[in-house]
C-alpha cells in the first residue's frame, strides 16, 4: 500500500493535527518546550505537549551547520528516528522542516523518498498484526518546494511501492504469467500505454531458442511482455529498457545450494524495477517514447532441462555453449536485446539481478554498470548521486572477451576463473551491437 504524501505551508506546529509531529531541535517552538538533547545526533524526547494538535510532539535534534552532508547522513538520522518510534502506535506522521531549505535541499527530493521507503511493510500474507503501525500519512510542513517536484515524489513513490509489492510476492504467486498481468494492467491504467505479450509460439516465431531453452524445466509457460509508451513525437526513437524476470532460480542442472534458495524469488527484480519505472513516467506523462521489455522465465530441473554443453542459436544469429545453467539471466537477457534492436532505439538499457559477483565486489551499497557508450554511463552514473541511488562503472576491456571464447560455439554462457560481473556484462555486450546500451547488475541493491 503506498503512503499518502503531501508538502504544506509552515504553520503554526501547536495547530497541526496529526499521530506524531517532528520538529527540529533548532526551532523556536522547542525552545519554548525547554527541551534538550544528551546528543546532537540521537531523539531523546517524546512527549505530549499542553495545547498542541498532535498526539506525540518529537523532539529531532538536527545539526544545521553542517555544510557537506551527504545521503548516508539523514539515512542514519532516519534509521534512529523510526526506531525510536517503534514504540508508539501510530498512522500519521508530519515534519516541521524549516532548515529544508539550507542545507537539505539538494536531497530534499532524495530524502523524503527514503522516509516514504521506510512507511513501507509487506504483511499480505499475515492473518494478524505485526506492528503498532501501520503509517497512512506523511506531511512535510516546508516552504518552497515546487509543485513539479512534489509530483515527481509521489510518481516515484508510487512506481517503487508497486515495484516492492511486486517482487515480494511468492514464486507461487509471481509467475511469468503474472508478470504478463502486470504489463496488461498498465495497459488498462493508463492510455499512454500499449503492452502485447510474446507467447512460447511468438517466442519461437522469433527464433528465440536461446529464451526457451532456459524455461524448458519449468512446468509454467515463459513469455515476453513488451510494454510501449507512447509520450513522445510518434517517429522518435524510443528509450528501450529491459528486465530479467526470472521468477523462480534453482540454478537448474548446476543447481545451487539449498542454503538461501528461499530468496531466488527475487531474480525477478529487475522486471519488477522496470514495472515500476513505467508506471512513474506514465504518472508523470513524461514527453518521451519508451518501450519496456520483461525477460520472464522460470529456471528449474526436470528431465527436460537444458544442460551444460548445450549449444544453442540466438535471434540476432549468434550461437552458444552453455556452460553453467546457472548464468540463465544472460540468455534470457540477450535474446531480449536483439529483439529490441528492431525498434532502432535511442538508448537500451537492461536491469537485472545478474551475478553473485556483484555482491562480492560492491555488496548492497551501490549497483554495478557497464556500458559501450560512455555518455550514457555518464548520465546514469549522475542520476545515481542525485538519487543516492549510486552504480560504479566496470570496464569491458576486449582481453575480458578471451574468456567467453567457446571451441565449438560462438560463445560460452559463463567466463574461465574470471571476474563474473564483467564477464556477464562482456556477454551482452556482444548484442548490442553499435545501440548505445548499458547494463545494471542490481544483484546486491535489490535486497537492500
Not at 79 to 98: C, G, M, N, R, V
Not at 271 to 296: D, F, R, W, Y
Amino acid at each position: 500500500m503506498s503512503c499518502n504524501f503531501s508538502v504544506r505551508p509552515i504553520t503554526d506546529p501547536q495547530l497541526i493535527q496529526t499521530d506524531v509531529l517532528i520538529v527540529p531541535a533548532s526551532s523556536d517552538e522547542l525552545a519554548k518546550l525547554q527541551r534538550t538533547a544528551t546528543k546532537p545526533d540521537v531523539i531523546t524526547n517524546v512527549f505530549r505537549p499542553d495545547g498542541w494538535q498532535a498526539k506525540y510532539v518529537v523532539l529531532w535534534p538536527q545539526d544545521t551547520h553542517q555544510s557537506n552532508v551527504r545521503p548516508h547522513q539523514f539515512r542514519k538520522a532516519h534509521d534512529q528516528l523510526f526506531k525510536h518510534l517503534d514504540t508508539l502506535e501510530f498512522a500519521e506522521i508530519a515534519f516541521t522542516w524549516q532548515w529544508i531549505g539550507t542545507i537539505w535541499q539538494p536531497y530534499f527530493s532524495t530524502r523524503i523518498l527514503d522516509l516514504l521507503q521506510r512507511t513501507y511493510v509487506f504483511h499480505q500474507y499475515k492473518t494478524s498484526p505485526v506492528s503498532k503501525q501501520s503509517i497512512t500519512s506523511l506531511d512535510i510542513y516546508a516552504d518552497a518546494v515546487k509543485q513539479d517536484t512534489v509530483a515527481k515524489i509521489k510518481a516515484t513513490h508510487l512506481g517503487t511501492t508497486w515495484c516492492r509489492d511486486i517482487a515480494n510476492q511468492p514464486a507461487n504467486v509471481c509467475t511469468p504469467d503474472y508478470l504478463a498481468e502486470k504489463a496488461l494492467q498498465l495497459a488498462q491504467e493508463y492510455r499512454t500505454i500499449t503492452t502485447q505479450i510474446l507467447d512460447e509460439e511468438a517466442l519461437a516465431k522469433e527464433g528465440m531458442v536461446t529464451y526457451l531453452a532456459v524455461n524448458r524445466a519449468s512446468a509454467l509457460p515463459a513469455s515476453m511482455p513488451i510494454m510501449h509508451y507512447h509520450g513522445g513525437v510518434p517517429e522518435d526513437a524510443p528509450i528501450v529498457l529491459i528486465g530479467k524476470g526470472v521468477t523462480f532460480d534453482t540454478g537448474g542442472i548446476s543447481i545451487k545450494t539449498a542454503e538461501n534458495m528461499h530468496g531466488m524469488i527475487y531474480d525477478m527484480c529487475g522486471a519488477a524495477c522496470m514495472l515500476g519505472v513505467l508506471k512513474s513516467v506514465a504518472e508523470l506523462q513524461l514527453p518521451l517514447n519508451v518501450t519496456v521489455i520483461l525477460a520472464t522465465a522460470e529456471n528449474h530441473v526436470d528431465g527436460n532441462a537444458y544442460r551444460p554443453g548445450d549449444i544453442y542459436p540466438t535471434k540476432d544469429g549468434q550461437t552458444v555453449e552453455i556452460i553453467s545453467t546457472d548464468a540463465e539471466g544472460r540468455l534470457l537477457l540477450c535474446e531480449a536485446m536483439a529483439y529490441a534492436r528492431t525498434l532502432k532505439p535511442k538508448v537500451m538499457i537492461d536491469c537485472a539481478t545478474l551475478t553473485g559477483a556483484a555482491i562480492t565486489s560492491l555488496g548492497h551499497v551501490c549497483s554495478g554498470l557497464m556500458a559501450n557508450d560512455q555518455q550514457l554511463a555518464n548520465d546514469l552514473i549522475q542520476a545515481g548521486q542525485n538519487s543516492a541511488d549510486y552504480v560504479w562503472q566496470f570496464p569491458l576491456w576486449d582481453e575480458y572477451m578471451l574468456d567467453l571464447e567457446s571451441e565449438h560455439a560462438d560463445w560460452r554462457n559463463s567466463g574461465r576463473n574470471s571476474p563474473g560481473m564483467i564477464t556477464a556484462g562482456m556477454f551482452l555486450k556482444n548484442f548490442a551491437h553499435d545501440t548505445p546500451w548499458a547494463h545494471l547488475d542490481i544483484a546486491g541493491t535489490s535486497f537492500h
